[in-house]
């Protein structure tokens, strides 16, 4: 064996060793039962680089979510703060543990968001569409203010349908403040309408334990930026109430009774159960919404269905790859043998350089890799049928392997071209399922390259070695 042919052999033994070895984790969790994989989960120990089901394979939740541009920052554009609300939904999403998430912009306004396996659908809701607005306003214990919460006491509402406060009220309203909902019903705060520090310069935010008559609580920490901030406004109001707002809405007012130095504080409610600590926890780590966003569509694909899915998906799968391998090696005999090796090589590859990328498969990502084989199968029967040219001719073997390769190349490369930039295309300008099967068409071309010419040349030459005197084909 000649050097060159050496190395072509630990090249093409390399990959599919490395092939196996990245398709090991994905293989591994697969096995595990539905329960076991539920726990690990939720524990978050699911390993980053594995083959992820979609939606359509595992079943959860579809939403689509529009953002309220009317209640942008006029500074802020609609795509930059479209962008930011996709980053933001991705990190609350990521936090609540829930992998292989497809989210991706529709439209001037849309948000498209995949939950596959989510089992509590609201509870994913709550947290996505929460804008999680924090803010720290000074409350207001003058007079007027006092005239205020009397006057609002004794009427229906102090707000008209439209939200805005009443005439008689607005009229007793100090300048420079704001009315405020609380918690509690028909409770309501006179707030300094500014607010000297708010979430934006939270720096972390956990759920804890232990707080009053043992509830959960949720803790939180600011930056340098906003500790300075938080340090100034405790230390100028002391013996002050301080509102903690979210959402709009009073959590608490507690009396700042000492400067707080360390930008750290609690929120702290009668109604927090572990988990709406927790999922509080996870909106304000994230960030706040740039605008509050509205579910406008939802729907739920179930467990059954999805396992539905994938046995058909794989029935079918199976089913045509065995008929082509058995065709390759009926009407090709030997030559058929190395292109059905070639084959099963370009899947075990693909699914591995998958699984790397940590990509996600879907109905849509399975007819893409069907159709990468459907490609590789044609480069393979372009070979064969080069070399029956040649061999007609009475040319010798070895020639007619080598010139069958040179004269088949030019039609597998423009094939393998023309649809690698439709595969690139239907990724940059698709959404969703179409990116899915652009993702598979594309990686399985790149490798149905690599397989058809590279691996069964190599496969060729070393059987040439051995000096045949004929060709199975």
Request: charged letters at 20%.
């Amino acid at each position: 064996m000649s050097k060159q042919l050496m190395w072509k052999w630990v090249i093409a033994l390399g990959t599919v060793c490395l092939s196996i070895w990245l398709l090991y984790p994905s293989i591994d969790w697969y096995t595990k039962s539905p329960q076991e994989i539920n726990q690990l989960e939720k524990a978050r120990l699911r390993p980053k680089r594995i083959l992820g089901l979609g939606l359509d394979l595992r079943g959860g939740t579809h939403l689509v979510l529009e953002l309220d541009v009317s209640k942008l920052d006029k500074r802020e554009t609609v795509t930059d703060a479209l962008n930011r609300a996709i980053e933001i939904i991705r990190n609350r999403v990521d936090q609540y543990g829930v992998g292989e998430t497809p989210i991706t912009r529709q439209g001037e306004r849309w948000i498209a968001v995949q939950l596959p396996g989510v089992e509590d659908p609201e509870q994913a809701e709550e947290i996505i569409g929460k804008t999680a607005m924090l803010e720290f306003h000074m409350v207001d214990d003058s007079e007027k203010a006092s005239a205020v919460l009397s006057k609002a006491a004794s009427m229906p509402s102090p707000f008209d349908d439209k939200g805005k406060l009443m005439p008689e009220l607005a009229k007793l309203m100090p300048p420079g403040d704001m009315l405020y909902k609380g918690k509690d019903p028909n409770t309501w705060y006179v707030l300094n309408a500014s607010a000297p520090v708010t979430g934006a310069s939270l720096q972390d935010a956990r759920m804890q334990t232990g707080g009053q008559m043992g509830l959960p609580y949720v803790s939180f920490n600011f930056n340098a930026e906003g500790g300075k901030a938080f340090d100034k406004l405790t230390a100028n109001n002391i013996h002050r109430n301080m509102a903690i707002v979210l959402d709009g809405v009073v959590q608490s007012a507690p009396v700042i009774n000492s400067r707080i130095p360390n930008g750290s504080g609690i929120i702290e409610g009668g109604d927090f159960t572990l988990d709406t600590a927790k999922n509080l926890a996870i909106v304000l780590r994230a960030g706040a919404l740039p605008a509050p966003v509205n579910i406008i569509e939802k729907r739920t694909v179930g467990p059954g269905l999805g396992e539905d899915s994938i046995k058909a998906g794989l029935r079918a799968a199976i089913i045509g790859y065995i008929l082509v391998l058995a065709f390759m090696l009926f009407y090709y005999r030997g030559a058929g043998f190395i292109a059905d090796v070639a084959l099963f090589l370009n899947l075990v590859m693909l699914m591995a350089l998958m699984a790397y990328f940590s990509a996600t498969l879907t109905l849509p990502g399975i007819a893409g890799i069907i159709l990468s084989l459907a490609m590789a199968v044609d480069a393979n029967v372009l070979i064969c049928e080069r070399i029956r040219e040649e061999l007609a001719l009475g040319k010798p073997i070895a020639m007619c392997i080598q010139m069958g390769y040179d004269h088949a190349w030019s039609a597998i490369v423009d094939c393998h071209i023309t649809t690698l930039i439709s595969g690139v295309f239907l990724f940059q300008f698709g959404s969703g399922a179409v990116k899915g099967f652009a993702v598979t068409l594309t990686l399985g071309l790149i490798i149905s390259l690599y397989t058809s010419v590279f691996v069964t040349r190599a496969i060729y030459e070393f059987w040439l070695t051995s000096n045949p005197k004929e060709i199975s084909i």
